[in-house]
């Protein structure tokens, strides 16, 4: 329904129009359009209405053009004109709805320029206060829109300003051609991430743009600058500079875009505005711990510093997932950090030695959402995690950790108040000359600093009270303490749920990286390497492969052994398991590095013995053309039969003949001491006996004669 002084938009023509006045019995309005365009109109009421309901008109809960002003906010010089205009137009605008009648009104007003009042000033008075809202503040002045205010001024050549206050001649005006000057200078020395002072920018705009060339006696060029009538003055580039830009252009501009989202926009919001329970929103980052640390394998050795990931949970700031190595930051580390986050706590903390009961550390679920940075969460592994667990990632912008605030946080505790007190922790004097070496002081190895950041997240979920936290108004009735697991037990009662319990291998092979293997009559090929499974034996993949051609397979894998893949069906909740075939063996327990490595290097002797071949291939033709040419020189000397039927018909007999002087030539002839591969018949005469047939038969006839 709508009322007098309603406003309705009309879409169609995009204008505003403002209900005057209405007659519900007569079924008429009469609508003024606050262009001021026109005087007002009359339409169908019920046609008013019914263009509301199809959307046609959409009617403004908000009159930007009413003013409503207290009397004592008005001035009495204001007043005075005001109810000046009043006296002249009260008597009209009351006459409703004869005032909205084209002909009545022009009667009226003709009877007012009797009385030597402008009729032009009338029509003015009319449209201004049915603009307003028909009420007598319409005539207030408008002054606070006098004036230039944000405009520039315009100069006719005159010169403006004060003059100089201790004498000299008087600067130049800042003419259109002179902030052309000034908004390249700008641009050119003080929007830079050189971050030039600003006088500095104005010294070398003066060098620009204000000097003129001075031959000097030696031949050189000087340049001095103009006359100081012709030269802008400090004062007026930052004046201008003032009014051109702001704030948020100047820091952006020098410091770049993603510094001032990080250090200097304002903070109007909190990153757990919209969350609504546990499980709804994972923060996950990592850091390099501030502490050095030595080899488990040999503790005489210094491995450096670790990565440590943690995953918080934001409505509870309790810590879910955490993962302490030297994989990262990186797809490795943030996957080892959510599969804890997953993980039953308990049997995580006994693989340490540390004893808790599942109420000390109850977090071992996937979130809703997971609020990561671009590098480790925009791989394609994301992929199977989104699809597979129904998991929204969420990457804040490049550098801007602070959307990350939560997380952030935890990592300020744990450097301020855990690391520093370690043996191998980093100081800051350490890269000062003359500074100690404090990673000599490594004491820790690996899994001895998890043990420590296992019992600082105890610490932190039952007993760090979280100073700042805004409590729910059903947080402060139950008198819940901002304590991380009772935040999370209160929430998990009360809260709508967003927490889901997974198995952890699924976790697992839906966090490894996804890719494709292709099935072949070999194995499942992978990496350059071959698998054989089971299920693929049994199903008969490899008979497929060879008989109609070799097809994918989607796989899961952990790049750090590649002993072994896991074929994922199709809702990624199952796998199978393969192994790698026998002979490739060697690579059991090596990581994707070493293989990608091992490759690199066999492609690299490959690319360096690649010359040698070359030459030998081109030797072995130049032999190879060297015999044929022998070959068909022999050819022109061989006398061939007459015809082609006679040289071809007794091709099986030549070949038993060949085969026959081949057998001859080959034949094994024992106790020669030099061996003649040309056939001859033995002299039957002549008695031949070899060296080693003459000492055989002189050792038996002296065994005779002995015997």
């Known amino acids: 329904m709508v009322n007098v002084n309603d406003i309705l938009y009309n879409q169609e023509e995009e204008k505003d129009y403002r209900i005057l006045w209405l007659s519900r019995e007569q079924d008429i309005a009469y609508i003024f359009a606050l262009t001021c365009e026109k005087m007002p109109v009359v339409a169908s ?86 603009q307003r809202g028909k009420n007598k503040n319409a005539f ?90 012709e030269i802008p003055t400090l004062r007026q580039f930052r004046y201008w500079y003032s009014k051109r830009y702001n704030d948020k252009e100047k820091i952006a501009s020098r410091k770049g875009q993603s510094q001032y989202d990080l250090n200097y926009r304002p903070v109007l919001g909190k990153s757990d505005s919209h969350v609504t329970g546990p499980g709804a929103q994972f923060q996950i980052d990592a850091t390099v711990g501030d502490i050095y640390l030595i080899s488990q394998f040999n503790r005489a050795n210094i491995i ?24 990262g930051p990186s797809w490795t580390g943030a996957m080892m950090a959510l599969a804890n986050a997953a993980a039953d706590k308990v049997a995580f903390c006994e693989s340490y030695g540390i004893d808790i009961s599942e109420s000390q550390w109850p977090c071992r679920h996937i979130p809703d959402t997971i609020l990561a940075d671009r590098g480790e969460m925009e791989s394609k592994s994301v992929e199977t995690l989104i699809n597979a667990l129904n998991i929204r990632v969420d990457n804040t912008p490049a550098y801007r950790a602070d959307m990350k605030g939560i997380v952030e946080q935890f990592f300020k505790t744990v450097n301020t108040k855990t690391t520093v007190f370690l043996p191998g922790h980093v100081k800051p004097d350490m890269a000062k000359r003359g500074g100690k070496d404090y990673r ?27 100073d700042g936290y805004e409590r729910t108004e059903g947080m402060i009735a139950d008198e819940v303490e901002p304590i991380p697991v009772k935040l999370w037990e209160w ?44 299920r693929a034996v049994f199903e008969h993949w490899f008979e497929t492969a060879r008989a109609k051609g070799s097809y994918r397979v989607d796989i899961s894998y952990d790049p750090r052994n590649m002993g072994q893949i896991y074929i994922r069906n199709l809702d990624g909740a199952v796998f199978e398991r393969c192994f790698l075939a026998d002979w490739e063996n060697k690579w059991n327990g090596k990581s994707l590095d070493e293989l990608v490595h091992q490759q690199a290097n066999e492609r690299a002797l490959r690319s360096d013995n690649a010359p040698r071949e070359l030459q030998s291939r081109v ?43 081949i057998r001859k030539k080959e034949a094994f002839n024992l106790g020669q001491e030099t061996a003649s591969y040309e056939a001859s018949a033995p002299d039957p005469s002549e008695e031949t006996i070899s060296p080693t047939l003459a000492m055989i038969k002189q050792k038996l006839e002296e065994r005779l004669k002995n015997g």
């Open 491 to 534: 929430g998990i009662t009360h809260c709508s749920g967003a927490l889901r319990t997974v198995a952890e291998d699924t976790v697992k092979l839906c966090l490894m990286p996804a890719d494709t293997a292709l099935v072949t009559a070999k194995g499942i090929r992978f990496k350059g390497l071959y698998y054989l499974n089971e």
């Open 45 to 130: 009421l019920k046609d008013i209405e019914r263009h509301l309901s199809d959307g046609t008109l959409v009617k403004h809960h908000t009159d930007k053009h009413f003013k409503a002003v207290s009397e004592s906010e008005i001035s009495d010089a204001h007043k005075t004109i005001r109810d000046s205009i009043w006296v002249i137009i009260e008597r009209l605008v009351s006459q409703e709805p004869a005032i909205y009648d084209r002909n009545q009104r022009g009667k009226m007003i003709v009877d007012l320029k009797s009385q030597g009042i402008e009729q032009k000033s009338v029509y003015r008075y009319l449209k201004r206060y049915w």
């Open 140 to 229: 207030l002045p408008d002054y606070q829109n006098s004036g230039g205010r944000g405009k520039d001024k315009t100069f006719l050549g005159k010169r403006i300003g004060r003059l100089p206050q201790y004498g000299g001649a008087a600067s130049k005006n800042v003419d259109e051609a002179t902030k052309h000057v000034f908004n390249k200078a700008i641009k050119k020395y003080y929007h830079t991430q050189q971050e030039h002072s600003f006088k500095t920018a104005y010294e070398l705009m003066l060098k620009d743009y204000y000097t003129k060339p001075i031959k000097q006696t030696d031949g050189t060029t000087r340049f001095e600058l103009l006359d100081a009538s």
């Open 440 to 466: 000599l002081d490594a004491k820790l190895d690996i899994n001895q600093f998890t043990k420590i950041m296992i019992q600082g997240i105890l610490n932190h979920n039952n007993d760090h009270f979280l």
């Open 619 to 661: 030797n072995l033709n130049t032999e190879v053309e060297k015999i044929v040419a022998e070959a068909e020189q022999m050819a022109k000397q061989t006398e061939l039969p007459a015809s082609k039927k006679e040289r071809t018909s007794r091709i099986r007999e030549n070949r038993a003949d060949e085969k026959q002087q």
């Open 304 to 327: 450096g510093r670790p990565i440590i990931y943690f995953v918080v949970d934001v409505f509870s700031r309790m810590i879910a997932g955490m993962y302490v190595g030297l994989e």
